[in-house]
């Protein structure tokens, strides 16, 4: 199970649009802050909506290139869903898993990331 890349600042959209993290300032990946539930895209709104419940950043569920949904954006788009993740930053197992997650990476940097197995 190797679970669903991470969804960061700045990767794609369905839309095209490229995510803006907002609400943690504390989580990279690759250099890049992994985004939560309710970040935003570039065209304003399309707020993202997790599908992974169990990890955690600062109390605020991560968002993985499931893909994970979204609100509607300010262009129209009533899905812009993530398009792109981390390629080598993993999080959780499966969207159905009941299991403990997982988080699988080389290049994890930051504080306040909560998982069972991280605490």
């Known amino acids: 199970m190797a679970g669903k890349p991470a969804h960061r600042n700045g990767d794609l959209r369905s839309c ?12 990279f990946v690759n250099s890049k802050l992994w ?6 895209n570039s065209h304003g709104n ?8 169990k990890i955690y ?8 290139d499931v ?4 609100k509607p954006d300010n262009a ?7 398009a ?4 080598d930053t993993y999080g959780g197992n499966e969207t159905t898993d009941t299991s403990t997650p997982v988080v699988t ?15």
């Open 16 to 27: 095209d649009a490229t995510t803006t993290v907002l609400l943690q300032t504390k989580v």
């Open 35 to 40: 985004a939560v539930k309710d970040d935003i």
């Open 46 to 53: 399309g707020q993202l909506i997790p599908t992974y419940n």
């Open 57 to 64: 950043i600062n109390g605020i569920k991560a968002i993985m």
């Open 67 to 70: 893909p994970d949904n979204a």
């Open 76 to 82: 129209g788009h009533t899905n812009p869903m993530t």
């Open 84 to 87: 792109q993740g981390s390629g």
């Open 105 to 119: 990476t080389t290049t994890f940097q930051g504080d306040g990331f909560q998982g069972d197995t991280f605490q």
